[in-house]
């Protein structure tokens, strides 16, 4: 048996490798590395059976698939020792490695604080930390897996690598280091013609290194790849570094001042910790023009300072607050900070871990190391919660602020946040409806149209491809129910795939009992955003889900659910409220006594479908319990 004192340390950036105590264990085959890499990057949530069998076979698994996946599980166990856990968790397995270190997490941690000290101008500190967290890296990710796992892994590991590679060069072009970036940056604009930012470093440090010529090449090269390969013109990023050359003012150029060697003091400046902008969103003018003014009303004094956006998960929340944020920066001049309130798994972010993130984008030092507090205080004995809320009260007064709180799983979370943010204006979203965030304006979203779905959809595949194709595109319209998320998946599949035509996603759509496994693309899974409303239900009201969603997707009164749940209609409705409240339900109207009528969305009935079957059993009402 395996020294229970020598940590475990997993490797998926780069050959999927397992080390006890420094020491290589030795895992055969392809199978084993996918089934260990497919729980690592879970981040702590159950993998599926059915997602373990597409990434171990694809589409056509064998049908020994689930005798196979349990022999892997023990032999990894036997492999890994006590230190591990690898729980069957229906529908599938889990893996408990409390003590062990993931390259993957540690890569993650790191660019989190690199990018908040690039945020802050700390260039010296940014750089380093970006550096090391680049470091992790020791090839091309998940190098020994399954083809199956590295299509449906790998573009978003490579992309949040990229995202790295460019904050470092960022803070090494802001320390002067012009001259010793141009062969890497070259090479790099070799390797990715098509990425606008590092293109638009190279120019810069073409430029700050006497070469305006060479700078102005670069960016006629990019232009043409755009318009011949994507049929765009250059982003705004792209073509302001264009106009600072031509007007040379993209930093200290040939004969100015040279840039300093070291960190010199600077003035502070507005922090701003949004995610980029998804760019124009598809069909929701209205809402985006609504959130604007009501904005301007909140920082004028006019109207209340916390705004809620609701809906179904997959519908486009996020999206819509950072587009609406960045649209907004003029009316904040003090910064935008959005902060996540929920973890990977869904689960909810202690309040006090939120205050002190967002103390620390405000510049506040506290130890990141520090270790939670009993009871949620966030950052050990020294400063419990009532200490954070005080000191982020103090730091956000008579600042013009906002502050994006994202992904809210309960109202008792956003108590002491909202407390810290007093005089603070606050975009808040989440699944259910928050009815303790007292005062809100709520924007609902819906699912999309059909004009406004295909336009998202040809914004991510481009309009040709599929005017070529209508009747098609119709179909694998439909297949995505008017949500966002499942058109962006659909849209990405058909990207990253430019000799597929569109009728064959809509062939491998159309069958009801693949259509989820086929939107779960490159870290987005549509499947896995409803599994987090699912476990924000109670026990009682997941299954009163699954009896319900054979109802399938007619509107339906609450006398008709009482009858299949064999209750009376107060008892279906209080019921059916809950499955609304937690936006896996849908009101749509009301009859001519002024009944509601309830409706499932098309993917959740097809969600519901795949849990395991609710024990036909008494079910006390949400009142009573």
């Known amino acids: 048996m395996p020294d229970g004192g020598c940590r475990m340390d997993f490797r998926v950036l780069g050959p999927v490798e397992a080390h006890r105590g420094g020491l290589h264990i030795p895992l055969s085959g392809s199978k084993v590395h996918t089934v260990l890499a497919a729980l690592l990057l879970a981040k702590g949530r159950v993998v599926s059976d059915s997602r373990l069998n597409f990434l171990l076979w694809g589409w056509e698994p064998p049908a020994t698939s689930g005798a196979q996946i349990y022999t892997y599980m023990s032999r990894l166990r036997k492999l890994l020792g006590d ?3 690898i729980e069957r968790r229906p529908p599938g397995y889990l893996l408990h490695a409390p003590d062990s270190a993931v390259d993957l997490l ?5 660019d989190r604080l690199g990018r908040a000290a690039l945020a802050q101008r700390r260039h010296q500190e940014a750089g380093a930390l970006l550096a090391e967290a680049l470091g992790h890296w020791r090839g091309t990710a998940l190098a020994n897996v399954t083809e199956h796992l590295a299509d449906a892994e790998l573009p978003q590991l490579e992309e949040a690598r990229m995202h790295t590679l460019e904050n470092r060069i960022e803070a090494d072009l802001a320390l002067g280091r012009h001259e010793q970036l141009t062969a890497e940056l070259t090479g790099l ?9 590092l293109r638009a470093q190279l120019m810069t440090a073409l430029y700050r290194s006497g070469r305006q010529s060479d700078a102005l090449q670069s960016y006629y090269e990019g232009r043409g790849l755009l318009a011949d390969q994507l049929g765009i ?30 960190e010199e003091p600077a003035d502070p400046v507005a922090p701003s910790t949004l995610p980029p902008s998804a760019g124009q969103l598809a069909g929701r003018d209205a ?13 004028a004094g006019q109207g209340p300072r916390h705004l809620l956006i609701t809906g179904m998960a997959g519908v486009g929340k996020t999206a819509l607050a950072v ?29 006090g871990d939120v205050l002190a993130g967002l103390l620390r984008d405000l510049g506040e030092p506290l130890e990141e190391s520090d270790p939670p507090a009993p009871g949620g205080g966030g950052l050990g004995g020294r400063r419990q919660s009532e200490d954070l809320v005080r000191l982020l009260r103090a730091r956000t007064a008579g600042r013009q602020l906002l502050v994006v709180l994202d992904g809210a799983a309960e109202g008792k979370q956003l108590g002491p946040l909202l407390a810290g943010l007093q005089g603070v204006v606050v975009l808040i979203t989440g699944r259910t409806r928050l009815t303790q965030v007292i005062g809100a304006r709520t924007t609902a979203l819906a699912p999309l ?18 005017a070529a194709e209508p009747d098609a595109t119709r179909e694998l319209l439909g297949h995505c129910g008017g949500l966002p998320l499942a058109l962006r998946i659909a849209g990405s599949r058909l990207l990253a795939r430019p000799f597929w035509p569109v009728a064959r996603l809509a062939q491998r759509m159309a069958a009801p009992e693949n259509r989820l496994r086929e939107l779960s693309y490159g870290g987005m899974d549509v499947g896995a955003a409803l599994l987090a409303s699912l476990y924000a239900l109670p026990s009682p009201a997941r299954a009163v889900l699954v009896r319900l969603a054979g109802l399938g997707t007619e509107p339906f009164p609450a006398h008709r659910a009482a009858g299949v749940l064999g209750m009376t209609e107060a008892t279906a409705e209080q019921w059916l409220e809950q499955l609304v409240d937690g936006a896996l339900l849908d009101l749509c109207g009301v009859d001519l006594m002024g009944r509601p009528f309830y409706r499932f969305h098309e993917l959740v009935v097809l969600f519901a479908a795949d849990l395991p079957a609710a024990p036909r059993t008494g079910t006390r009402s949400p009142a009573a319990r």
């Open 83 to 85: 230190e591990v856990r």
């Open 106 to 110: 540690e890569f993650e941690r790191l």
């Open 189 to 197: 604009v070799a390797q990715h013609p098509l990425r606008e930012k």
């Open 233 to 262: 013109d250059p982003g705004e990023a792209l073509g302001a570094t264009y106009a600072a050359v031509l007007k040379g003012t993209r930093g200290p150029g040939p004969g100015g001042d040279t840039p300093p060697a070291r």
């Open 287 to 299: 809402e985006i023009r609504t959130l604007r003014t009501q904005l301007a009303e909140s920082v």
């Open 323 to 351: 587009h609406v944020a960045h649209a907004a920066a003029g009316d904040f001049p003090d910064g935008r900070l959005l902060a996540e309130l929920s973890e990977a798994n869904g689960r909810p972010r202690s309040p």
């Open 449 to 466: 149209g059909a004009a406004a779905s295909l336009d998202l959809l040809a914004g991510v595949t481009g309009r040709a491809r599929l």
